[in-house]
């Protein structure tokens, strides 16, 4: 028999996915779902977009490079400057990727030695799995801290033992974090960076969801190194910023060491985005409109789900920013609230699916439409008025 990569037997399943199923099968039975599971918005992606792409689709299609259009780089670069006031060089410090996804998977392969004394990835628990999944396929050990309500869903480096950050290469951090869509300042970034940097760790910023913010802009972690990019990653995508999940389009941005061993590594794996994408990409970097009006689309959104949520008595914590709601359970187990919801046909993410830390605890994608979200808070009322779903 052909051997395994141990990485494969840990996974047991991509957590959203089993629920995928169950609301599948309700599907095939003809349910119509008010879908809050996945976090993939229902609002088209703006047409300047879609033409940008189409009209890069020459006769002769080539290999794209790693490195990258240039215009995009800029691009991204130019964003950083007047999104962030952070400058960025082009060619040293971006790199293009395929959505920031791939590029968290595939971070640890430049970084992280599998027979070192640093093979560990640090990250917050509940979070994206894809750290932990990186870390493990990489030969590392994946090394998740709880995060708490208490804590307000913030990895804290400073209170983490000096030999756990001494056996870690990498740090995540997450903000706006999914699942909670709790922020931080810039303060925040300073402090953590600079234990990261006490330890030799790579902090890594996954910074997808910069752009859906409601009350203060999402800093950077580049606005907390003062122009020295040593040791700092940011991973931005165009996904949630500018409905193109589809697309595949992010970048990575930071130390140029880093990046210099990345533009080595990355020809190896073959995710260097189409040029037809880059050019859309680049369209897209370019615009801030469209995220203005995304923002409130969410907005409206958030305006008839979170005041449901308070007048039903159920607690919110974090949901300060992203296009998550993450509440606590009714009846404290949240496996068993998402599975009473999905009997009244709305589909939500029980929180331990991103981790332990997340038990007790449901994320609401607000993915549906705005009348989409009225709908489902319709229903969702009308099985609490009914008792079919526990109070709070
Ligand atoms: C926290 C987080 N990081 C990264 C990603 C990957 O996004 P993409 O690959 O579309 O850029 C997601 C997707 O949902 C996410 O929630």
Request: charged content about 20%.
């Amino acid at each position: 028999m052909v051997t395994s990569n141990p990485a494969l037997a840990q996974l047991g399943g991509y957590p959203l996915a089993r629920l995928q199923d169950l609301a599948g099968q309700l599907r095939a039975d003809g349910a119509t779902l008010h879908d809050f599971s996945i976090g993939d918005p229902d609002e088209p992606t703006p047409a300047f977009i879609r033409e940008a792409l189409t009209g890069a689709v020459g006769p002769v299609s080539r290999y794209p490079t790693a490195a990258g259009q240039r215009e995009l780089r800029e691009a991204v670069a130019g964003w950083f400057a007047r999104r962030h006031g952070v400058e960025i060089d082009p060619d040293a410090h971006v790199l293009p990727s395929a959505g920031s996804k791939e590029a968290i998977f595939h971070l640890p392969l430049a970084v992280l030695d599998p027979g070192g004394p640093k093979r560990h990835v640090v990250w917050g628990d509940p979070g994206y799995p894809v750290y932990g999944r990186g870390a493990m396929f990489a030969g590392g050990v994946s090394d998740p801290v709880t995060l708490t309500a208490e804590d307000g869903w913030r990895l804290d480096l400073t209170a983490l033992p000096a030999d756990r950050l001494d056996r870690a290469c990498i740090a995540w951090v997450n903000h706006p974090h999914n699942p909670t869509g709790a922020t931080v300042d810039v303060g925040w970034y300073r402090q953590q960076l600079a234990v990261a940097r006490d330890h030799d760790v790579l902090f890594a910023s996954d910074e997808c969801y910069q752009e859906v913010w409601f009350d203060e802009p999402a800093p950077s972690a580049l606005e907390a190194t003062d122009g020295d990019l040593t040791g700092v990653l940011a991973f931005v995508s165009l996904s949630k910023r500018s409905g193109m999940t589809g697309y595949r389009s992010g970048a990575i941005v930071g130390d140029p060491e880093l990046i210099t061993r990345l533009r080595l590594l990355r020809p190896n794996i073959g995710t260097a985005p189409p040029d037809f994408v880059q050019v859309a990409a680049t369209a897209a970097w370019s615009d801030q409109g469209h995220v203005d009006e995304r923002r409130a689309v969410f907005a409206a959104k958030r305006a008839v789900v979170l005041p449901f949520l308070e007048e039903a008595g159920i607690e919110v914590s974090g949901s300060e920013a992203t296009f998550y709601v993450w509440f606590r359970a009714p009846g404290g187990d949240d496996a068993a609230y998402t599975e009473a919801l999905l009997r009244e046909r709305i589909v939500a993410s029980p929180g331990r699916s991103f981790g332990p830390g997340g038990t007790g605890w449901l994320r609401l994608a607000l993915v549906p439409t705005v009348d989409g979200c009225r709908a489902a808070v319709a229903r969702w009322r009308e099985a609490l008025d009914a008792g079919r779903l526990p109070g709070s």
